[in-house]
């Protein structure tokens, strides 16, 4: 008897297959890592054969660890890397190009191009995302226009256009051989191609932007069964796809209007379930899709993406040798009571979400004399904080709904100081559930509901449980204090990249 649901799980910098029963308790997982490939500065390179192979393998050896095999699986789910975009032959299966990954930037040029007329919100209301270099759309643009006869192909069909999950499922149900070539509806609002309204490929987005409908992926639902694999073994249902960072959403079991997650790792990904219709955002966020499941109406999302945070400790580790570990930075930032009024803004790369300001550059702030190695790194994990509260502030403004609890995870939710930290600037309780793997259990719960294994959300509800909860500790006067000198930090932050030397 069909006992478990697996997981592909296929992230920036590995590919992870798991397992997971009724519970939602992990029963096996295996993780291959892939190769970061930078030909030049700006340029972030997978190659997706690397990405095929290591999934074939982590899918069969997740199964032989935990002495199972293909017929315990009652079905497949993918959580994937979102807007990384590739090309591919339909009648080989060989990419045209390595993919390029969401960080990569060398379509900026397009971007300003495309910006000239309208300015970046241009498509914001079609859409829900600014013009911005890392949404798919250009980079295949990019793509077109520089690989050898990539238009051309595209134009007569034989070039195949997706994101990972595309890709994995189309090799995983036969590839040249019958493969299936579909996305669903999250990974697709993330192209900048897709209409927010119809959930489908917009004539006028792709016009603009030069894309051949051809080349295209169907766009289906989250949760629904798509068809079977073929490799690297037979007759397993895919069922359910889901991009990363709303796997995450929905693994937390955010099922309600205002309820939000944020997943705290390298950046930080917070979004909040808004319900059935989209939330314009006018505070710097984007409208995207939370999940569809098959035959229900949609249900959209506003998500805030902060650039630096868990970065921002490896940098205190490999650029100033200030700690040996990242678990370090919390013992030293309780060497001290409070920040001693120092403050350090992460725009290393600019500031993403709520501010977008590309010409934002890092700054510690507040230093004097009596300022030690402990307030440099308790100002290192309140910047993670501050950054949240900004979004969480803009997703309350932007939808009218009060966030009243934060459901965490990723690798930081570890850092107990960052937590507290986090509910008293929130004034909301933060809770980490006891399975931490949201992203890859979000994509077995999609598959799960298709094919049966759970009968509804509310079977996903229960399984959900608290691991720890922490409680707002923290009088208004100090929160007020505190956060209104962070937003004076941040604003000496923007443009710095800008100004005349």
Sequence with gaps: MTQFVGAIDQGTTSSRFIVFDREGHIISCKQREHAQVYPRPGHVEHDPMEIWRNTQAVMQDALEAAGLTPKDLLSIG?????????????RTGTPLHNALVWQDTRNDRLVTEFARDGGRDRFRALTGLPLASYFSGLKLRWLLDHVEGAREKAEAGDVLFGNIDTWLVWNLTGGPDGGLHLTDVTNASRTQLMSLET?????????????????????????????????????????GILGDQQAALFGQTCFQPGEAKNTYGTGCFALMNTGEAPVPSTCGLVTTLAYKLDGQPAVYALEGSIAITGALVQWLRDNLHMIQDSAEVERLATTVEDNGGVYFVPAFSGLYAPH??????????????????????????????????????????????????????????????????????????????????????????????????????????????????????????????????????????????????
């Design 78 to 90: 993918i959580t994937n890397q979102r807007e990384t975009t590739l090309i591919w032959d339909r």
């Design 199 to 239: 959930l489908a490929w917009d004539d006028g987005m792709l016009a603009t932007f030069g894309i051949p409908r051809a080349m295209l992926p169907e766009i289906v639902s989250s949760s629904q069964v798509y068809g079977e694999t073929r490799v690297p073994f037979a007759g397993v249902p895919i069922a």
């Design 356 to 501: 977008w300001n590309e010409g934002a550059r890092g700054l510690i702030i507040g230093l004097t004399r009596y300022a030690n190695r402990g307030h440099i790194a308790r100002a290192c994990l309140e910047a993670t904080a501050f950054q949240t509260h900004e979004v969480l502030e803009a997703m309350e403004k932007d939808s009218g709904i009060p966030v009243r609890e934060l459901r965490s995870d990723g690798g930081m939710v570890a850092n107990v100081t960052l937590m507290q930290f986090q509910a008293d600037i929130l004034d909301v309780p933060v809770v980490r559930p006891k399975v931490t793997e949201t992203t890859a259990l979000g994509a077995a719960y999609a598959a799960g509901l298709a094919t049966g294994y759970w009968q509804s959300t509310d079977d996903l509800v229960r399984n959900w449980g608290v691991d720890r909860r922490w409680e707002p500790n923290m009088d208004a006067t100090q929160r007020q204090r505190i956060t209104a000198a962070w937003g004076r930090a941040v604003t000496r932050s923007f443009d710095w990249d800008m100004q005349d030397d």
